[in-house]
Nanobody, 125 residues
C-alpha cells in the first residue's frame, strides 16, 4: 500500500520560512517524479514544484521561483519543499504527489497517481 505523509505545515508571518517534508512508502521511490501542489480555499489544486526521477531536474511555478526549493533523498524516500520569504498568497493546503514514468508532464495534476493527505500552510500579513 502506497503512502505519502506530509509534515511541516503551520502558521508563519510573511517573510518567514517553512520546510515541508513528504515521506513515501510502498513504492519504488527513485522511479517516481515527486511533485508539490497546493489548494487555496475556493480554488483548484495547482502545481507548485516538482523534481524528476531522472537527473533530479526541478521545476517551479512562476509564483514561487527564487523562494521555494524542492529536493529529494532517494535513500530515505523523502521529498522536501523549502519555502522562504513566504507571502500571504502562499496560504493553502499543500499536497505531496508521486507521478509514474511516462504518465504525463510534471505539472499535469491527473498525471500523479498517489497523493498525500495534505498539510496546511498559513501565512499572516
Amino acid at each position: 500500500q502506497v503512502q505519502l505523509v506530509e509534515s511541516g505545515g503551520g502558521l508563519v508571518q510573511a517573510g518567514g520560512s517553512l520546510r515541508l517534508s513528504c515521506a513515501a512508502s510502498g513504492l519504488t521511490f527513485s522511479t517516481y517524479t515527486m511533485g508539490w501542489f497546493r489548494q487555496a480555499p475556493g480554488a483548484e489544486r495547482a502545481f507548485v514544484a516538482a523534481i524528476t526521477w531522472f537527473k533530479d531536474s526541478t521545476y517551479y511555478t512562476d509564483a514561487v521561483k527564487g523562494r521555494f526549493t524542492v529536493s529529494r533523498d532517494n535513500a530515505k524516500s523523502t521529498v522536501v519543499l523549502q519555502m522562504n520569504n513566504l507571502k500571504p498568497e502562499d496560504t493553502a493546503v499543500y499536497y505531496c504527489a508521486a507521478k509514474p514514468r511516462g504518465s504525463g508532464t510534471y505539472n499535469f495534476t491527473p498525471a500523479y497517481k498517489y497523493w498525500g493527505q495534505g498539510t496546511q500552510v498559513t501565512v499572516s500579513s
